[in-house]
């Protein structure tokens, strides 16, 4: 399956080159998008995404669903990338190691299980 | 405005039913309804009926028709599918029928077959609510989405996993007295916070069980209630429902659900009411954490104070706010797509007296059902209120 918008996204991430949409007003968001979900302008712009985020939360999922199986368990975090939040699966650093506040940095990796790619944190100096 | 009565409910016991099909489990429902309510099958005109994976566990699409067949009914039914708020808004819409003129009694309901799918299955089903390419994809999990939710809280706020085992040991203990709950067993804090990870920091007993069941609630107009003579001393007096970001990532706050602060605005101001006034409460705690988040964003606690309501002995049965006396979906049961219509059978047999707990709020007057999809990207309130 492909997902215009949401692939090319992805790419970028997995070449160093990930970028957010931004509006006129600054606020952030993630492709595929035709207007801004916070406040509707149909400007959007690519934008060099940060190099870095924080971890604003996370967790050990140690009850996967069936297209995590050979991964758990793992940890799911929420990251800060200035005006724009990721999801991602936190690689090369165990659970016990991850803290709030850590910094991390987007990657592109492989999930286990279905072989498909997933957005990935890896730890990062700020 | 016409104004809505509460005619008759009715429930399947909650449970682990996997034999069950889906239109077993609503038909009996339905009927305990219909039989609750006592009005005449010619005068259904519609039917509200919510579902969410529908699809999934029972490979059966455009359910409305075989549900109303099932509730031995000849009129239009339609489904609703928004999560675990499907049954909360399919009341909302048959809420609306009824007070736009458009119907005087109308059924509203829902129904969840889940147990004949493995924890496995049902784990990727539920997934479905989260956002597929940015959650989903990234490990999220329900469970995993609320520990999320959590870990946020307890950064933000404090509190602790002691503080939500409290809430896991009141909603058992309250479902004690509900013949209709799936879990007839007190726990105690202990077995909750040595009970094992799903999704750190949350345990097995911080979350709802994977359960089978149906519900069903006659909604009649005051008119059509006063000329048949009906016994429906309960009284649908405000409604409303808000919207957020389907993803986490996209939301201002992790810590908190807007959503429920929209819907529950909305639905006080309808009623013509505040938060003080509410004297009982059925909230959508899925996970303990989602019970105070509601708790929060119902009004009923400021932020960072919600999570020790229930170690204080404010939520529980004797408490000042009983909060959950069905059980809650944590000891009760939910069956995700029922649960919106569930949580008001046992709001509506609170009020008027006939709930296994209603002895604890004798004198309640107002209640508030606050149901929730995915991480409370929708959320439904309602108020009811009995006539003393």
Known sequence: MSDTGYDEWLAAIADGEGYYLACPDGHGSLPPRRSCPHCGAAELTEEPLPETGEVLTFTEVHVPAPNFADEAPYVTAIASFGPVKLTGVVRELPADEVDLGATVSAAVGTNATTDEQLLVFRPASE | ?388
């Not at chain 2, 099932?70 to 809420?95: I, K, W």
């Not at chain 2, 004297?279 to 509601?294: G, M, N, P, R």
């Not at chain 2, 107002?366 to 309130?381: C, K, L, Y």
């Open chain 2, 1 to 388: 405005m016409t104004d809505v009565r509460i005619a008759g409910v009715g429930l399947t016991k909650f449970g682990s039913h996997p034999e069950r099909t889906g239109r077993d489990l609503f038909a009996e429902a339905a009927l305990a309804a219909r039989e609750d309510a006592g009005v005449s099958r010619d005068d259904y005109e519609e039917i509200f009926y919510g579902n969410f994976m529908g699809e999934l566990a029972e490979k059966q699409g455009h359910q409305g028709p075989v549900m109303a067949e099932a509730a031995g009914l000849d009129c239009p039914a339609t489904r609703y599918e928004q999560a675990c708020a499907s049954a909360g808004v399919a009341f909302r819409q048959a809420v609306a029928a009824i007070r736009s003129g458009a119907a005087d009694v109308v059924l509203a309901g829902g129904m969840e077959r889940m147990n004949n799918l493995g924890t496995a299955e049902v784990t990727q089903s539920l997934a479905i609510a989260a956002d597929e390419l940015f959650e989903v994809r990234a490990g999220v999990t329900f469970p995993g989405a609320y520990a999320l939710m959590a870990r946020a809280y307890f950064d933000a706020f404090g509190g602790d996993s002691e503080d939500l085992a409290h809430i896991a040991v009141k909603n058992h203990a309250n479902a004690m007295h509900n013949d209709y709950a799936q879990f007839h067993r007190e726990i105690t804090v202990d077995d909750a916070l040595e009970s094992p990870v799903v999704a750190d920091p949350l345990t097995l007993y911080d979350a709802c069980p994977i359960t089978d069941g149906a519900s069903a609630v006659v909604l009649v107009s005051d008119d059509y209630a006063e000329r048949h003579g009906l016994d429906a001393p309960v009284s649908v007096t405000g409604s409303g429902q808000g919207g957020d970001k389907a993803a986490l990532q996209d939301r201002p706050h992790l810590a908190r659900t807007p959503a429920a602060t929209k819907a529950a605005d909305a639905a006080y101001a309808d009623a013509g009411i505040v938060p003080d006034e509410v004297d009982v409460a059925e909230v959508h705690d899925c996970f303990t954490i989602a019970e105070v988040l509601a708790l929060e964003s119902l009004g009923l606690y400021d932020h960072g104070e919600g999570v020790g309501a229930a170690a204080r002995g404010e939520t529980t049965r004797d408490g000042d706010l009983p909060v959950n006396l069905s059980g809650g979906l944590k000891a009760k049961g939910h069956p995700v797509g029922a649960t919106g219509t569930a949580q008001i059978v046992e709001m509506t047999k609170l009020l008027r007296g006939d709930h296994g707990n209603s002895d604890a709020v004798p004198d309640a007057r107002v209640g508030i059902t606050h149901n929730a999809g995915g991480t409370v990207a929708s959320a439904v309130v309602h108020v009811l209120e009995v006539d003393r």
